[in-house]
Structure formats: C-alpha cells, structure tokens
C-alpha cells in the first residue's frame, strides 16, 4: 500500500533548490535546473502534436467529455500508448504514466519520478507539454485531482483511456479509487479504442517513424546473420539483434528468437525466451523481431540457416512459403478488404499444409487491428477496408501437416495510394550463415 502522499511542496525554482539537493522535498521539485540542457532528443513537430491533440478533442467532443486520463507504459501490447503519442516519452519503469487532457486548456503530464529524472522527462517532451509534474512516490491520481481542481473540472465528465486497448486494462484500481472519492460529482467513463481510432492512418511524420523502424529490423536481422555460427547461443543472436536496434536509437519491442536441427525439426516459430541452446551447422533460425522508433513499430523475420539449406527446407521454401507469401502480399493495397487477405492464405491449405492461425495484422504504435487469421477476421469499422496511411504486418508461418516444421517469414508494410510500400529491404531468400 502507498505511503500515505506529503502536503505538496509546489515548484522549486533553481536558486532555491540548488542549496537544497540533500531534501528529498526540494529535489523532488526542482525546476527550471541547468540539467540536461545540452541533451538533444529526435521529436515529431509542433504542427504534429497540435494535430494530435485536436484529434483527441474532436474525438472528446464527439464523447460529451471535458477531460480524459491518457495512460501509457511498457506493456507489450501498448509501448507506451497514448502517453507517448501526447508527449513523445516511452516509459519503461512504471506501471504507465498519465497525460491529463481537457478539452480546454493545457495539458498536464503525471510522470512517475521527481528530481533529475523528471527534469530530463521535461527536455524530452517540452515540445508537446510543458505541465510536466511528478506523481509524489505513485500518487498519480491525487496530482490529477489537484489539476482538475485547478480547472475547475470537478463536476466534469471525465474519459479513462485504457493503458492496454487489447487486454482491456484501465488504470489501476487505488488511483481509480482516489478519483472517485475526491471527485464525487464528477462523471467518470471508461472509453473504448479511442487511440487506435486516432492512429489506425497514421501522418506523413509518423510513417517516416514506420520507415525507421523498418531500418532497424533489417539491421537486427543483418547483426544476426553475422553473429550466427556454431557454438554460439540463442541469447547470443538475441543480444546482437538488439544492439543493432539501441545503436540506431531504437527500441526493443521484443526478439522472438528459436533454433532447431533441419534434419529433425522441432520448431514451428521462434522462442519467446530464447535460450542457452547452442547452435550447430545444420541448424535453422526461426525468429520474429519488433523494433520501435520514437514509439512507431515494425516488425521482421526471415529464416537462417547454418550451413546450406536442406532439401526439404528449400522445397518447402520455393513450393509454400514464397508463392502463399507473395499471394497474401498482393493483396496489400487500398480498398482492399482484409477478408480477401485471409483468402488469399487459404493457399497453405490448400497445398496440404497447415499454418499459425494469424496471417496478417494492423500496427498502429504496436500490433492492433485488423487481425485476419486463417478462420477469421477481427477490427474495427476504421480498418475492415485497407486505407492508405495503414502500417500492415504480413506474417505467414506455414507449417508440415505433423506440426514439427515451419517457417515464420514477415515485413512491415505501408499502404500507399497505388498499393503498397515494405519498409525494409532485407532479401526475400533463406540466408545461410556461419559458413
């Protein structure tokens, strides 16, 4: 349970707190410091940001709410979520952090730390916010009460994002709790897939951000064909690929990374945990990688061998994965439905093979929809029909019908005004490594 929160101190201009940075109160406070001021961080434009926050406004409008609690944090399925799409910051230590937008006036950002780490969370995303203040040792929801008060919201009608669209997580359930009992006459409502409504076509910035990302995968992929030998292990692979993406000032969504002997295959798809096994000539690399640029994900994988191919992965290479690849690929494009993508999978099937259920799927900072598996389709009504400004990961992983073989091949792929645009140019062929 959380201390119980110390009488606010308020900002501490730098003459005062410079004297003071032995006390905790001062130091958590601090503003306006020297720090970081030589500190350069890659950020989207003004116009981007007052493009996004009219967005969500209109969208509030739409919702009759005066305000909304945008969260975001490092789940797997949110990378940050609407935090970092308002302010620019990933936030990789909390639960998620909050950016409390009304409908009128500024926004307010509720970081987790004060002190220096604060001051540097301020230089990052000074574009976008400047009310950045600290939640007080995880008081967050009692900072956004004091800003609510402050514009006069009490009585407001207030949207909760999800931090996680997919999982359906809100906020959790002591800061919901304080909200509820300090703003009794407020109306407190639970939205419903307001970002990914939001990003689903993304800007000309934003796709540049695509773009980048796609960089970083393929140079993931490159740093693995190199580093993969034998003696080497699984972690090893993993280790190199996200290198490659930290030197390109990336992030790491997450490294799918597996390996099996072709002679006798036990692997369909990469290893969640890659792990200590070590790699042998004749081995085959499976993986699926996730880079993130300035919060803009894409994703790669493409099978490695060590050693040359066997003939039966080259067969299964040439026969199904290329021709259904290249099936599901052609149907990337606007106005194309994502039901005629998943029929155009039907191709493993119908060559006797099976396959993972999912085929394709939308991104917009992180996997979202559409998903369009081998039986179904799921999404929303902003992406049934391919739009241009759509990001779309093709991912077939066809598999032998005694389920012990198969190959994971995936790109990342833009939708343009005349079809599509991969955002990578990693070779569509089985790399031989170690040699």
Not at 90 to 96: D, G, K
Not at 98 to 125: C, F
Not at 415 to 426: I, P, S
């Amino acid at each position: 349970m959380n201390e119980q929160p110390r009488k606010p101190l308020g900002p501490q201009p730098w003459e005062v707190v410079r004297s003071k940075l032995d006390q905790s109160l001062p130091f958590a406070n601090m503003r306006d410091t020297p720090y970081y001021r030589d500190a350069v961080y890659e950020q989207f434009s003004p116009a981007e940001y007052a493009r996004r926050y009219a967005a969500l406004r209109s969208k509030m409008r739409t919702h009759k709410l005066d305000a909304i609690i945008v969260p975001g944090g490092p789940s797997h399925w949110s990378f940050g979520g609407g935090m970092l799409w308002l302010t620019g910051h990933w936030e990789w230590h909390a639960l998620c952090c909050y950016v409390l937008v009304p409908l009128d006036g500024e926004p307010t950002m509720i970081y987790s730390m004060g002190g220096t780490h604060a001051e540097a969370v301020r230089r990052n995303v000074k574009v976008a916010v400047k009310d950045v203040r600290h939640s007080r040792n995880g008081h967050y929801a009692q900072v956004m009460v004091e800003r609510l008060r402050e514009l006069k919201l009490e009585r407001a009608r207030i949207g909760l994002m999800e931090i996680d669209p997919r999982h359906g997580d809100y906020l959790p359930v002591n800061q919901f709790n304080t909200l509820r009992e300090s703003l009794p006459n407020a109306e407190l409502v639970f939205t419903k897939g307001f970002l990914h409504d939001l990003l689903v076509i993304h800007s000309a910035e934003e796709l540049d951000c695509v773009r980048k990302a796609g960089e970083l995968c393929q140079n993931a992929m490159e740093a693995m064909v190199e580093r993969a030998r034998p003696g080497v292990k699984e972690y090893e692979l993993r280790a190199a690929a996200g290198a490659a993406i930290l030197e390109g000032n990336g992030d790491i969504d997450f490294l799918i990374i597996g390996s099996t002997p072709m002679a006798n295959p036990a692997m369909i798809f990469g290893n969640p945990r890659p792990s200590g096994r070590v790699l042998q000539k004749g081995d085959m690399i499976n993986m699926e990688l996730a880079a993130g640029y300035r919060g803009y994900t894409a994703q790669i994988g493409s099978p490695i061998c060590i050693g040359p191919p066997t003939d039966m992965v080259k067969k299964f290479w040439d026969n199904i994965m290329l021709p259904g690849y290249h099936r599901i690929v052609k149907e990337i494009a606007p106005g194309k439905t994502c039901e005629e993508i998943r029929l155009a999978s039907k191709f493993f099937r119908d060559k006797g093979m099976q396959s993972r259920p999912t085929q394709c799927h939308g991104i917009d900072l992180v996997t979202d929809n559409p998903h369009i598996s081998a039986e179904h389709v799921t999404g929303t009504e902003a992406d049934a029909v391919l739009k241009a400004g759509m990001v779309i990961m093709a991912e077939p992983n066809p598999i032998t019908p005694d389920g012990m073989f198969g190959i994971f091949l995936g790109h990342t792929f833009i939708v343009t005004a005349n079809g599509h645009e991969c955002v990578d140019k990693f070779p569509l062929e089985i790399a031989v490594a170690g040699a």
